[in-house]
């Protein structure tokens, strides 16, 4: 997507051919800095601290990591090593294992010499097929907000709730859950997004309220805690989120405070729409709730919140006592029962195990 006039993906491969350049998220909205990784440890430290997230974009960058590993060393060895130390970054989003599974499964069968090459080749496909799901996921997601406005008065506002950042900033373009908004702003349809701030890290108040701003689609932040108000006195639509790891039964794994607002819009007949690209469903696990490892952590990210002052610095404060603990999951599950329908690449799907099959037959 445009950064001024300027295209930008999340992610690309730097002029060298070796290393990758990426748009460092820690500090938006307040400034836009661009970091080159040049090294596997860096990639790993990049996943684990958040400049680059979402998992779609997890998974690409987890790609490239591999790539570089390989001009290195392309041995088998050196294949499991960099697997491991990679998915270790961070446990939740499947499109990291997705991502790390398909560059082993195509790397392994090739002569040591092809690998490099071939390895990065893979990679830019991975990061190009991402854009396709996602361009394809917002034309599926785009006929159900065009109903929705066809059901009201010409010209009235479409009212979207998104959760977390399911932007582009967490895919390589287009993003998943604003997929679909930014194509009905392009159809001309009057949208306007309620953005949830999403404590503790803010993803909603720093990255996708800088999408939206950026792009020109009418938006509001509200607190995470305002959804349920908003719904019971019928200002929203449709909720669209995003996912990290979607199950075969169709239970959607996404960012803390998403289970919440799945409840909110069940008691008040809002649909509740799940936008995800086919690397995030993860086929061997059935009950999310169960099954899906979820991500503790630091408490410090729930004590201390960076924002910018009034001098123009970014730096931290502290809003809690030194002394209280603070604890931070940071995903919840949300059962299939309460999601309307997941907006895959290739249609809508229920979610359900039946969905999912009819949707993906090769998966069944
Ligand atoms: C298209 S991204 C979907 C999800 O990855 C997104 O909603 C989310 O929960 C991101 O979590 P994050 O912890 O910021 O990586």
Redesign the pocket.
Known sequence: MNVGDRHFRTIWLSDDGRSVEIID?RWLPHEFRIEKLVTVAGIATAIRD?WV??????GVTAAYGVAMQMTDDASDEALDTVWEILHDT?P??I?LRWALDEMRRFLRPLPLGERAAAAYRRANEIADEDVGL?RAIGENGLAIIKDIAARKQPGETVNILT?????WL??VDY????SPIYLAVEAGIPVHVYVDE?RP?N?GAQ?TAWEMAGHGVPHTLIVDNAGGHLMQRGAIDMVI????RTTADGDV????G?YLKALAAADNDVPFYV???SP?IDWTVGDGLAEIPI?E?SGDEVSLVWGKTASGKIAQVRVSPEATPAANP??DVTPARLVTGLITERGIAKASREGLKAMFPERG
């Open positions: 998220q958040m997230r979402g998992a779609p974009l997890i961070r939740t989003a499109n996602n959760h977390c950042n399911a932007g967490a895919t993003g998943t859950a604003t999403t890290r993803q990255l989120v995003g996912t990290d794994c996404n960012k803390i998403t936008a995800l690209p995030t991500e952590r940071a995903f």
